[in-house]
C-alpha cells in the first residue's frame, strides 16, 4: 500500500508541476508569437507606408517633367522660365527645373544659366523612362545632396528625404532602394549593408539582433528595421494580458490534480485499486461435528493481501466496502477463490461444505444467485455444497430476504443466520424465516463455563435453535470447556480456535488429510432443511 501511496504522491506531484508550468508556458510563448507578430506587422505597415510616399514623390515629379516638357515654348524663353518656375513652386517634392540642351544646362527656374553645367551621369532609369541619378551636388543646393530626375530634355531636382518622408515609430530605421539594391535615401540612421540583405518582396523576420519588414512596389524597396529587443516592450503588454489566464488555468489544474490524488488517496480508491488487482484471498476455519471431531467443511474467510505482502484482516475493510458498495465484487472475488482452491476436493469429497458470508445489499437484492450460479458452471461443485452466511442486518428487507434466501435454498444451497444472537431476532420473527442453521456469536459462546447470566442466554438460543429444528453451529470455540458443554446441549458443529484458526487454502486441505485419518471422513451432506 506504501508503494501505492507513494507512486500516486510522486504522480501528483508531477502532474501538478506539469500542470502548473505548462499553461505558463504556453501563455509565455503566445505572448512573446504575437509581440513579435505585432511588431513585425508595425515595421511592414511602415514599410508600406514608405512605399507610397516614395510612389508619390515619384509620379508628382514626372508629373511636372512631363508637363514641362511637352509645352510648346521656346527654349529658356521667359514665358519657358516662367512656367518652370510655376511648376517648382506647385509641385512639392520639387526644388527645381533645369533645361537642357546637348548635355548642358542652358535654363532653370531661376532663369538663364551661364555656368558650364553638365548633365549629370544617371544612375538608372525608371520603368516609365525617367533617368535618375542620385545624390549629385548641384551648386543651387548649396552642398545638399539632391535627386535628380530627367526626362526628355529637362530634369528636377529633388530634396532625397521627400522619398523617405515617412513618420517613423521610435527606433525604426528606413532605407529606400531602388528595384536594383541602389539606395535612394534612407531615415533614422539605418544600416544600409543590413537593409539591403533583406531586399524582397513583402517580407518580415528576425536576423540576430534586428527585426525587419520588407516591401516593394512602384520601382522601389523599402527595408524598415529595429532593435530586436525593441519587442520587450509589446511582449510586457501582451504578458499582462496573458499571464493572468495562465495563472487561472495553472491554478485550476493543480487544484484538479489535488482533488483528484485525494480522492485516489482515499480508503475507497485503495480498496477500489485492490478489487481491480485483485488482491482478495481466501482462508478457510475448519467446521468440526462436534460429536465425532470430524471435519465437515470450512468457512472462507476473505483476507486481502496488500502488494508487500501483508494481510489485513477484514473487520478493517469490510465494513467500508459495505458502506461503498464495493462488497458485491468483493463476494464474487471470494466465489471465485473458492472455485479455484476447493473445486477439487469439493468434488471427491461431497460430503464437505464451504460457507460463504454474504452482505446485506447481496441478501436484499439477491444477485448472488445468479453469481454462484454461473461461477459453478463448468465446475464438479454441488450447489448443496455451498453454504451461505446472512448477518441479521440482510433481513432488514424482510420481504426481499425470504424471497432470495427461498430462491437459494431451491437451488440447493443451505442458509445460516450469521451472529446470531447479537440482533434483534425473537423467535416469532425468526419463524418466518427460510433459513437451515443458527451461528451463535462468539460472545456467547465465551460466556460458557462463566456462570453469568448470558451463559442462560446462551442456553436459551441453543433452545431455541432445536425448536425451530435448525443446526447450531458454535462459532469462536477456544476451550474444551465450551466443546463439552456444547456437545452436551446438542450443538451439531463448531467453529474456533480450539480446532483450528483460518488457514491458507493449502494448509486447510492439509488439516482436513489429518483429520480424516483421526476421525474418519465427512458424512454425506445432510440437507439441514426440513422443509421449505
Ligand atoms: P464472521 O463471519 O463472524 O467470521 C468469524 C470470525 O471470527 C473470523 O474473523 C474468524 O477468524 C474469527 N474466529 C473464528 N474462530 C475464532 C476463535 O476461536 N477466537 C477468535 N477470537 N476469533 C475466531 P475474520 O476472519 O477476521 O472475519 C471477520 C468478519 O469479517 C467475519 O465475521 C465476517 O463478518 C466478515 N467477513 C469475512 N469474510 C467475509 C466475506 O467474504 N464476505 C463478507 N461479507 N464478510 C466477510
Ligand atoms: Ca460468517
Ligand atoms: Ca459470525
Partial sequence: MQARRYRVITLGIVLAVVGAVAPLAVMAYASWQIAIGKELSGLQRQAEDAVERASFTFSDARAALAEVDAANVTPCSPQHIALMRVLTINTVSVEEIGYFEDGKLRCTSWGVTEADIAKPRVDYTTADGVEVSLRILPIVSRGKHMTALHLGNHNV????????????????????????????????????????????????????????????????????????????????????????????????????????????LSPRAELEFAIHRRQFIVHYQPIIELATGVCVGAEALVRWRQRDGSIVRPDLFIPLAEETGLIMPITDQVVEAVVKDMSAVLASDRGLHIAINLCAADIKSGRFIDMIAEKLQNTDIHNEQIWLEATER???????????????????????????????????????????????????????????????????????????????????????????????????????????????????????????????????????????
Fill in 394 to 532: 440482510g433481513f432488514m428487507d424482510v420481504e426481499a430476504a425470504r424471497t432470495n434466501l427461498e430462491r437459494a435454498r431451491k437451488a440447493g444451497h443451505s442458509v445460516a443466520i450469521d451472529d446470531f444472537g447479537t440482533g434483534y431476532s425473537s423467535l416469532q420473527y425468526l419463524q418466518g424465516l427460510p433459513v437451515d442453521a443458527l451461528k451463535i456469536d462468539k460472545s456467547f459462546i465465551d460466556m460458557i463455563g462463566r456462570g453469568t447470566a448470558t451463559s442462560s442466554v446462551t442456553l436459551h438460543i441453543i433452545e431455541m435453535a432445536q425448536e425451530l429444528g435448525l443446526f447450531a453451529v458454535a462459532e469462536g470455540v477456544e476451550t474444551e470447556e465450551q466443546a463439552a458443554y456444547l456437545r452436551e446441549h446438542g450443538v451439531s458443529f463448531g467453529q474456533g480456535w480450539l480446532f483450528s484458526k483460518a488457514l491458507a487454502a493449502q494448509d486447510f486441505l492439509d488439516f482436513r488429510k489429518t483429520s480424516i485419518a483421526k476421525f474418519g471422513p465427512a458424512p454425506a451432506i445432510i440437507r439441514l432443511v426440513k422443509s421449505i
Fill in 157 to 264: 531636382l529633388v530634396t532625397p528625404s521627400r522619398f523617405v518622408d515617412v513618420e517613423l515609430g521610435r527606433g525604426i530605421s528606413l532605407a529606400l532602394f531602388n528595384n536594383s539594391g541602389l539606395l535612394i535615401d534612407g531615415s533614422n540612421d539605418p544600416d544600409i549593408s543590413f537593409a539591403r540583405q533583406h531586399i524582397d518582396n513583402k517580407v518580415t523576420g528576425i536576423d540576430g539582433e534586428r527585426m525587419f519588414a520588407s516591401v516593394s512596389g512602384g520601382g522601389v524597396v523599402a527595408v524598415t528595421s529595429e532593435q530586436t529587443s525593441m519587442v520587450y516592450g509589446q511582449l510586457r503588454r501582451e504578458l499582462t494580458l496573458f499571464l493572468p489566464v495562465g495563472l487561472f488555468i495553472a491554478a485550476f489544474i493543480v487544484a484538479v490534480v489535488v482533488v483528484f490524488s485525494r480522492g485516489k
